[in-house]
């Protein structure tokens, strides 16, 4: 299965570099979701915070973690994928990566979505609910 069935209509949310991590945690926890893309203008990416990039920062920077921003956190190297992009590819890239969010660029290397472990997860386990449901009754309807 295609990433682009899974992306159709599923929003992407994105904060400036310049965000407190004050206001990051605050919109992590109202979106309900565990990474923003850093964008300056929503579709160029300039990095990704995560839930993660919060916790590991605490042990170093915990004295000064009100005066931080998303910039000092956010993972400058993001891996993205394509529309095209298979869930299993994406399976393993994440898996090989230890990374749980990937953004979704077109062609030409603009936002267009993200993709979360939980996206993908939740699809591969309807992969397989489909074939057992079809597997059940061919077995019990033989032709």
């Known amino acids: ?3 682009s069935a899974l992306i159709t209509g599923k929003a992407v949310y994105t904060i400036p570099a ?3 991590i004050a206001t990051l945690v ?19 990416i300039a990095g990704i915070v995560s839930e993660r990039d919060i916790v590991a920062a605490l ?3 915990f004295h000064e973690l009100g005066r931080l921003h998303v910039r000092d956190i ?7 994928c394509t529309p095209n992009s298979t869930v299993a590819d994406l399976m393993n890239l994440m898996t090989e990566r ?22 993908i997860v939740k699809s591969h ?19």
Do not use: C, F
């Not at 605050?26 to 160029?44: F, H, N, Q, T």
């Not at 956010?74 to 993205?80: A, G, H, I, K």
């Not at 230890?98 to 996206?119: A, M, Y």
């Not at 386990?125 to 032709?143: C, G, H, K, M, W």
């Open 26 to 44: 605050e919109k992590l926890a109202s979106l309900k979701v565990g990474a923003l893309v850093v964008s300056p203008d929503g579709i160029r």
């Open 18 to 20: 310049e965000t407190s």
């Open 1 to 3: 299965m295609k990433i």
């Open 125 to 143: 386990v309807s992969e397989i609910d489909t074939e057992r449901i079809a597997l059940v009754d061919y077995l019990q309807n033989p032709r």
């Open 98 to 119: 230890r990374i749980r969010h990937v953004p979704v660029v077109n062609d030409t290397g603009d936002l267009v979505s993200i993709i979360s472990i939980g996206d």
């Open 59 to 61: 042990p170093i920077h």
């Open 74 to 80: 956010m993972t400058v190297n993001v891996t993205t």
